[in-house]
C-alpha cells in the first residue's frame, strides 16, 4: 500500500534555529501534500496545502513565511520551521493524496520540541 | 472554510458495550467523511470512510451513518474492547484530493 516516510520523528532544536521535516512518498505520486500541526489532546490543524511544482496554500493564521513549504517532486515535499520558538513546539504531521485514488496516507509524525 | 464538531471529546464505556461519536460539518458541499484513530504519538489510521452518496457503512464491529440533510455523521463501534481505546478523529472533505478538516476529537476509553 501506499506509504509516506516522515523524518525526523524527532527533533530538539534551540530557540531561533530552523528545522527542516520532510515528508517523502515512497511508492506513489503524491500530487497534493498536506501538512498539519498537533498540540497535546488537540485536533489536527490544518497548516498549508502544496501542490507539486507549486506555492504551498496557507491556512488562515499560518504564517507562510515562518513555515516554508516546499514541493519540488512527485515524491519530496519538505516543511521549514524558521527561527523556531518554544510556542512552535507541536507534532508536525504530512498527509499525501495518491494521483487517481481516493484517500489520504499520513506520514509518522514529526515531534519537534524548542528550547 | 469547512467547520467540523465533534461531540463528545472524551467517551469512556465498559468493555462490550457499544460506544457512539458524532460529528456535524458546515459545509454542504463536502462529500467525503473518513474517520481515524490515533493512538499516542503516532499517526492517524483511517478506520472507516463515506462518501454522500451512501446513507450507511458497516465493517465488523465499526458502522458509520451519515444524514447529509442534518450535515452530521457519527461512528458506531460496537463490542468494544480495550484496544479500540484511542482518540478518533471525524474528518470531512468536498472532494477527492482536496484537503479535509478534523473534528476535535473524541477519546475513548473502553474500560476492562
Known amino acids: 500500500g501506499a506509504v509516506v516516510s516522515q523524518h525526523p520523528s524527532w527533533v530538539i532544536c534551540k530557540s531561533g534555529t530552523s528545522v527542516k521535516i520532510e515528508c517523502r512518498s515512497l511508492?506513489?505520486?503524491?500530487?497534493?501534500m498536506f501538512w498539519y500541526r498537533q498540540f497535546p489532546k488537540q485536533s489536527l490543524m490544518l497548516m498549508a496545502t502544496s501542490n507539486e511544482g507549486s506555492k504551498a496554500t496557507y491556512e488562515q493564521g499560518v504564517e507562510k513565511d515562518k513555515f516554508l513549504i516546499n514541493h519540488a517532486s512527485l515524491t519530496l515535499s519538505t516543511l521549514t520551521v524558521t527561527s523556531a520558538h518554544p510556542e512552535d513546539s507541536s507534532f508536525y504531521i504530512c498527509?499525501?493524496?495518491?494521483?487517481?485514488?481516493?484517500?489520504?496516507?499520513f506520514g509518522s509524525g514529526t515531534r519537534l520540541t524548542v528550547v | 472554510g469547512e467547520n467540523v464538531e465533534q461531540h463528545p471529546s472524551t467517551l469512556s464505556v465498559q468493555e462490550g458495550d457499544s460506544a457512539v461519536i458524532k460529528c456535524t460539518y458546515s459545509?454542504?458541499?463536502?462529500?467525503?467523511f473518513p474517520w481515524y484513530k490515533q493512538e499516542l504519538g503516532k499517526r492517524p489510521q483511517l478506520i472507516i470512510d463515506i462518501r454522500s452518496n451512501v446513507g450507511e457503512k458497516k465493517d465488523q464491529r465499526i458502522a458509520v451513518t451519515l444524514n447529509k440533510t442534518a450535515k452530521h455523521f457519527s461512528l458506531h463501534i460496537t463490542e468494544t474492547q480495550p484496544e479500540d481505546s484511542a482518540v478518533y478523529f471525524c474528518a470531512a472533505s468536498a472532494r477527492t484530493g482536496n484537503q479535509f478538516y478534523f473534528g476535535t476529537g473524541t477519546s475513548l476509553t473502553v474500560i476492562p
Open positions: 511508492d506513489f505520486q503524491a500530487t497534493t
Open positions: 459545509d454542504s458541499a463536502s462529500n467525503y
Open positions: 498527509s499525501a493524496t495518491n494521483r487517481g485514488k481516493s484517500g489520504y496516507t
